[in-house]
């Protein structure tokens, strides 16, 4: 077989002189397209001799058909290295896992240990670059529902060539913004070395303790920002409900408590959705979302203002936050140490897509119900609902089925309804008013909000 190399020549004259060699910059992705013979890869001479394979062309496109052959080679070496990496998808059983990446002259394949692949076409490829090293490349696809990522340092300019510049813009706008956030001023790179020089003697822990602390200490405009790129994107499992009926009541609640949050400046955002889960969630920043399953199974709107008080008050307390900078590690700890969000906000974002929104530890399960009850005393509602609405729920639904994704998130609820019967218990005594709504119209116009749906399917 010839060597496809010795038709270069040929195919870089045909291309290259009629548009000269001006028409070469910027056209990077055509010339290649036009200059690789085949699939197999030519045997071009090396380095410094290529000029002999193009010498009978004139010197101005024999300089551009050695760029272009220069550029070849190392497209095709892009198609044939792997990175270490890995994937994010609601396919995957924990939402994510490890996976060996190839760029192939289509898009970014990703297979995963138990041996299924996972494709994001160059045409559909999102790029964004941060995580907790700066460096991490996240690819997207363009409903945002798939995620492939790497931090090899050679990925970003291996997945430019593979992608013959389709990407360059993307890339290199990623690149700026991650050295504008990066920048920092003398006296924060003074004390963040400080920090961390103080935090690599204290230990594993020390770092864990100190993130913990930094998580309280950023502005609530990342808050804001990790909710609403979650919510933009996550799957909320029905339609959101727009009868004024039902909604007035949810922001009438949401409105007494605001005033007595532990933290001023949260605007909450109320969502409800139509299913029948009995359930509800408030993401940082304070995107509360309640399903209308929890509406009608609740005796009076003081029981779902107490849940409704649990969960604003999980974003009070910046519990969302805490979660996502443990489940990042502790290199994302350091990150937060020396004042990095970006990668706190990339990272949970996709965390809150894949993992179940209410799953918090035991101890700030504990914290949101006693802020919970202080804020609905402060409020003037009943404390003693919430207590009363995990009694009635146990009684009703046992072990917690399926639709009961309020209580089967939040364990071991037993031992929490004496513990809010005590907290309620210590507080000073005051006259407590039922909320003023009409509750039987809402658990009304809420179930025909459900009926309608059911039969629209």
């Known amino acids: 077989m010839s060597n496809p190399a010795e038709k270069w020549p040929i195919i870089m004259w045909r291309v290259i002189l009629p548009l000269g060699e001006s028409a070469f910059q910027g056209r990077r992705g055509f010339f290649l397209r036009c200059a690789l013979p085949g699939p197999e890869r030519p045997t071009l001479p090396q380095t410094g001799r290529l000029d002999a394979v193009f010498r009978p062309l ?243 709107p003081d029981q779902v203002a107490a849940v409704i008080g649990h969960e604003m008050s999980h974003a009070t307390l910046r519990h969302g936050l805490e979660r996502t900078s443990q489940s990042l590690g502790v290199w994302a700890a350091v990150s937060l140490l020396i004042g990095d969000s970006t990668g706190l906000i990339a990272g949970g974002a996709d965390l809150f897509q894949v993992a179940v929104v209410n799953s918090y530890s035991r101890e700030q399960e504990d914290a949101a119900d006693k802020e919970g009850v202080r804020m609905l005393h402060a409020a003037g509602i009943d404390p003693s609902s919430m207590a009363k609405f995990f009694a009635i729920m146990e009684q009703e639904h046992g072990d917690a089925p399926k639709l009961f994704a309020w209580i089967s998130t939040h364990p071991q609820h037993t031992d929490r309804i004496a513990s809010v019967t005590a907290t309620v218990d210590a507080l000073p005594d005051r006259q407590y008013t039922p909320l003023d709504i009409d509750w039987q119209e809402v658990q009304s116009k809420a179930k025909d909000v459900q009926k309608t749906t059911k039969g629209d399917r």
């Not at 041996?115 to 363009?142: H, K, T, W």
């Not at 798939?146 to 706008?173: H, M, N, V, W, Y």
């Open 58 to 300: 004139p010197t101005t496109h024999r300089e551009a058909c050695i760029l272009v052959a220069w550029y070849g080679t190392a497209w095709w070496d892009a198609m044939n290295k792997q990175f270490s990496g890995g994937v994010l998808s609601d396919q995957l059983g924990n939402g994510r896992a490890g996976a060996e990446i190839v760029l192939t002259a289509a898009g970014v394949s990703a297979r995963v240990p138990d041996g299924r692949s996972f494709d994001i076409p160059y045409r559909e490829c999102r790029v964004e670059i941060g995580g907790y090293n700066g460096r991490m490349v996240f690819c997207r696809d363009s409903i945002r529902t798939l995620t492939i990522f790497c931090d090899d340092r050679k990925f970003p300019g291996e997945l430019a060539t593979a992608s013959s510049g389709r990407l360059d813009e993307q890339l290199g706008d990623a690149l700026k913004r991650v050295r504008s956030q990066s920048r920092r001023g003398t006296l924060i790179g003074v004390v963040s070395l400080a920090a961390i020089l103080v935090l690599i003697v204290g230990g594993y822990f020390g770092v864990r303790y100190g993130a913990q602390a930094a998580v309280h200490s950023l502005p609530i405009s990342v808050d804001r920002q990790l909710g609403k790129t979650a919510f933009s994107s996550m799957d909320l499992g029905g339609p959101e409900v727009t009868d004024k009926v039902v909604v007035a009541a949810i922001q009438k609640m949401v409105d007494q408590l605001k005033p007595q949050a532990a933290i001023e400046g949260f605007d909450f955002e109320i969502h409800v959705v139509d299913s029948e889960e009995l359930n509800a969630f408030c993401l940082p920043g304070g995107v509360i979302v309640v399903y209308t399953g929890l509406i009608s199974g609740a005796e009076n």
